[in-house]
Structures are given as C-alpha cells and as structure tokens.
C-alpha cells in the first residue's frame, strides 16, 4: 500500500476561513516537506520540518514522527492560496522522498 | 536566488522515439533529480545523481536514461516514448541528498503522439 496517504484529495474553502491538510505515514518518516504547485506548474517548497512545528505567515505545518502524520493549517485563506498541496516524506532508511498524492484547494470569493 | 530551468517546456513526440529533456540550475547544488507527475498521483523518482557524472536510480528508472554532464546540468531521456508515458517531468535540486529542500523547476509536459 501507499506509504504516504494525504487528505483530503480536494478542499473549497471561502475566503477568510481555514482548514487542515494532513499526511498519515504508514512507517517512520525522517522528515517532511510540503509543497504549493501554482498555476504555472511551479512547484514551491512551503516547510521542511524534521520535528515539531513551524509557522510562516498564514501557514503552520506540524510534523510528529513517532505518530507518523503531518498536517498543513492555512488560516485567513485567500485566493491567492489556491492550487494543489504536496507533502513529501523523507524515509528514514535512505534519501527518498515518498509523496502524498496531493490536495487540491480552492479558495472562493 | 538561483532558478531551476527545464527545457522545453512542452516535448512532443512519436510513439517509439527517442526524447530529451533538459535541465540547468544555478543554485551550484550538489543533487539534481527527475520526477515524474501524473494526473491525480504523487511524485516518482526517475533518476538522481549526487555529483557531477553521477546516476544512480529512483523507482521508475526503466525505459529512461539520463546523464549528470556537469554540476549545472542534469538532462533525462525517454528511450522510446509511449503514450501511456504521457506526464509532467518534474527537475529537481538540493544541496545534499537528504535533510535539505528540494527546489523544483516549472516542470516539462510531454506529448506523445
């Protein structure tokens, strides 16, 4: 089965509210990377986290290793928010990033 | 800043040709990678080279080859193009091959007809 599962597959929000995006690993993940692909194709690193949390601006990723999950809070979404998420998870055991299947987000008016 | 370019942005070809795409980075990072995206899916490693003239290979290296002529550069070729190839081929780079941030390039669409 898929190591990394990532949910959920699609999410609309209005603007100004906010949600979770998450990750479950199916085994011990080094590390986690999440990614915003933008409408140009662009892939643009958001977080590394190799434990605990962190935050920039409206974004704050979590990353618990032990418990294998890592979640994505956007708060105060706006439009420009939109496009499709990635997390990538760093194996333990060698360099692979294993990756979520991606969300995609919509953010209305 | 560095930037990461992938050329050409679209490739099109004939069922059973030879095709390659290229990449350059500026970032003067040690690891370059190849992904491939399609539709609905996450990423899967093609290939990676850590140094210059270095391969070693990702999950999906079969029916691809790719070559590290330079630090800088990082080219990837589809030996014999199919049509269930059809995908976005993702550059990548790093400043080691692990713990570190990937930075990506816009990504290269290939169109097999």
């Known amino acids: 089965g898929d190591q990394v599962e990532q949910s959920p597959s699609a999410l609309s929000l209005h603007e100004g509210t906010g949600s979770a995006l998450r990750c479950n690993f199916t085994?011990?993940?080094?590390?986690v990377q999440w990614f915003r692909k933008n409408s140009r194709g662009s892939l643009i690193n958001l977080f590394y986290?190799?434990?605990?949390?962190k935050e920039n601006g409206r974004l704050k990723s979590a990353f618990d290793s032990k418990e294998r999950y890592s979640t994505l809070h956007i708060r105060d979404a706006q439009l420009e928010d939109s496009g499709t998420y990635f997390c990538?998870?760093?194996?333990?055991?060698?360099?692979?990033?294993?990756w979520g299947s991606g969300t995609k987000l919509i953010i209305k008016p | 800043g560095g930037i990461i370019t992938q050329t050409p942005k679209f490739l099109i070809g004939q069922e059973g040709q030879k095709l390659t795409l290229k990449c350059q980075q500026n970032?003067?990072?040690?690891?370059m990678y190849w992904y491939r995206q399609d539709s609905g899916k996450g990423l899967r490693l093609i290939y990676y080279?850590?140094?210059?003239?270095?391969?070693q290979k990702g999950d999906l290296s079969e029916g691809y080859d790719a070559s590290r002529e330079k630090k800088s550069s990082f080219s990837l070729t589809v030996t014999s193009a199919q049509k269930n190839e059809m995908a976005v081929f993702l550059c990548?780079?790093?400043?080691?091959?692990?713990?570190?941030?990937?930075?990506f390039g816009e990504g290269s669409r290939l169109i097999v007809v």
């Open positions: 990538a998870a760093e194996m333990d055991s060698n360099y692979q990033l294993i």
């Open positions: 990548a780079s790093s400043i080691q091959s692990s713990g570190n941030t990937l930075y």
């Open positions: 970032f003067n990072h040690d690891t």
């Open positions: 085994t011990t993940m080094r590390a």
């Open positions: 080279s850590i140094t210059e003239n270095d391969l």
């Open positions: 986290l190799a434990s605990g949390t």
